[in-house]
């Protein structure tokens, strides 16, 4: 299969990652952000499907379907064909040695692929059936709906708690009243386990922040635009136990009202957060794939390939 360029429908540098976009905010105007004219937040539904305003719970998860997904960079294919299902509501794990492309396929699901030049990429990403890559998609849609959240915490450091926390709102040019942002900082901090440590600093540096509360602040961030799908490039892997385990509790927290799909090395932790687990492989020179992959309990209890079986037990990788 030959690369197929990205869509050339938007300018790559349209909307940045939310570092970047959010990096010109004035950190000296703590409340008076300016945001962008936006409807109102819409009255939203739990994944119980009940109608709840802007209260906790947010949006509908929403299943996200890759199919037959294959990446370049250059003329250097790291992926190839790659189809995987991560149902809504549920923890997907994508584990596999490194360099077998799971960062490259994760971020292929929210066109984060995309803003490397040399980029190319191949099949479709199925948002709740539609393709986030049609020509009529915009870039701003998918990163609203898909938030992503980075191997080493990267808040403002010098912006305080609470603007953190709405900073991404101006990737979805959401205007919102100072009551409603109130609400949106505590419901977004609840939701990513950070608010009761938080509550009376919030005026506070998001840098004096430790590791593993910086990274729970990122987590609200990405919460904050209400997404329906988050991904997580190996979140925990620049924390100590302590907050890798504060990490995982939200996660688990999360599960149910976002989709989750995260790159892990720590099969533990796969085993812990995940219900479903696909397995990487890139085998002698060959482009990534999936060797694997099922119910998590059957990927470490009962893997039906060797090569699965092998990883999974430490033997490589
Ligand atoms: N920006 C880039 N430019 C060129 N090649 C890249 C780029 N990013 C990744 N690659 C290559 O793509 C392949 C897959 O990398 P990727 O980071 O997706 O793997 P991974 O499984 O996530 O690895 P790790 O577990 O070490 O993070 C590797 O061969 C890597 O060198």
């Known amino acids: 299969m030959n690369p197929v360029n990205l869509p050339e429908t938007h300018d790559h540098h349209e909307v940045p990652d939310v570092t970047d976009a959010t990096a010109s905010l004035d950190t000296t105007a703590t409340d008076t952000v300016v945001l962008p004219p936006v409807a109102p937040v819409a009255p939203v539904r739990t994944a119980m499907g009940a109608a709840t305003g802007t209260a906790k719970g947010a949006v509908a998860p929403a299943t996200l379907e890759a199919r037959a997904v294959s990446a370049w960079f250059g003329s250097h294919q790291v992926l190839q064909q790659v189809s995987l299902t991560m ?5 997907t794990a994508l584990i596999g040695p490194s360099g077998c492309g799971k960062s490259t396929f994760l971020r292929t699901l929210n066109r984060m692929h995309e803003l490397i030049p040399t980029a190319a990429m191949g099949g479709e990403v199925l948002f709740d059936g539609e393709d986030i890559y049609a020509p009529e998609r915009r870039l701003t849609d998918a990163r609203r709906r898909i938030g992503m959240v980075f191997q080493k915490p990267n808040p403002f450091p010098a912006m305080s708690i609470y603007d953190n926390v709405v900073a991404g709102l101006r990737l979805t040019g959401t205007r919102v009243g100072r009551r409603e942002k109130d609400e949106l900082v505590e419901e977004s901090l609840t939701r990513a386990g950070l608010w009761k440590e938080v509550r009376d600093r919030l005026r506070q540096p998001g840098g004096a922040l430790s590791g593993g509360q910086q990274q729970r602040l990122c987590i609200a961030r990405a919460l ?23 990490v995982e509790e939200t996660i688990h927290e999360l599960a149910g009202q976002v989709t989750v799909v995260i790159v892990t090395h720590n099969m533990q932790q796969a085993a812990r957060v995940s219900q479903q687990c696909a397995f990487f492989l890139a085998e002698q020179g060959t482009p990534g794939g999936i060797v694997e992959h099922g119910p998590t309990e059957h990927i470490f209890g009962t893997p039906e390939d060797q090569r699965t079986a092998d990883y999974v037990a430490g033997r490589f990788g």
Request: proline content about 14%; charged content about 25%.
């Open 224 to 246: 904050a635009v209400r997404p329906r799908v988050l991904l997580m490039d190996e979140p925990c892997s620049a924390l100590d136990p302590t907050s890798t385990r504060r």
């Open 87 to 91: 149902p809504a509501g549920q923890v």
